[in-house]
């Protein structure tokens, strides 16, 4: 294990007993966009005019239902995202539509800072489209997950430098 997976492993184990606890408040509280600081790395809003967008699914890639039965035995359920890879520009709102493709599989989508901190937690109902269009005001590399499928479900979004310089 390398130590930023060690070092998120622990994150991710402490927002588990936070958000632990079950019931629809439950639920409802633990979803949150970008507060006041985070917002000035990326803001997120959930309508508005996005000069690009992208559509990320939920991919089943080894499940009970279809297998690979010895696939699903050694490693659990297995998702992806995809793409889970996604490059946008700087200050340009980019509209993110998630599908969750799976009828019975509930997913969500954590967005994570460069210290690791979740900046934005949500729930990925199953078949359902959720989107937001975001917002990024600082270059770099960021990761999202699904912290229901750690950690293979999971993906970066590159921020580039706006268009033409
Ligand atoms: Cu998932």
């Not at 184990?13 to 936070?18: E, K, N, Q, R, S």
């Not at 793409?83 to 700087?90: K, T």
């Not at 078949?127 to 999971?154: N, V, Y």
């Amino acid at each position: 294990m390398s130590p930023r997976h060690r070092v998120w492993t622990v994150i991710w184990t402490v927002f588990a007993m936070l958000t632990a606890g079950g019931g629809a408040s439950a639920d409802a509280a633990a979803s949150f966009l970008p507060n006041a600081a985070d917002a000035k790395i990326v803001s997120v809003s959930k309508t508005g005019e996005a000069a690009a967008g992208v559509t990320v699914m939920t991919v089943a890639v080894a499940i009970k239902e279809t297998g690979p039965n010895s696939t699903v035995k050694k490693f659990g359920e297995t998702y992806a995202f995809s793409p889970n890879f996604i490059a946008v520009h700087r200050d340009e709102p980019t509209q993110i539509e998630f599908w969750n493709l799976q009828p019975d599989d509930e997913h969500d989508f954590a967005l994570l800072g460069s210290d690791l901190k979740v900046m934005m937690y949500e729930r990925l109902k199953p078949l359902s489209k959720s989107s937001w269009i975001f917002t990024f005001h600082r270059e770099g590399l960021f990761d999202f997950k699904c912290l229901t499928h750690q950690p293979e479900m999971a993906g970066q979004i590159l921020v580039l430098p706006p268009e033409g310089k």
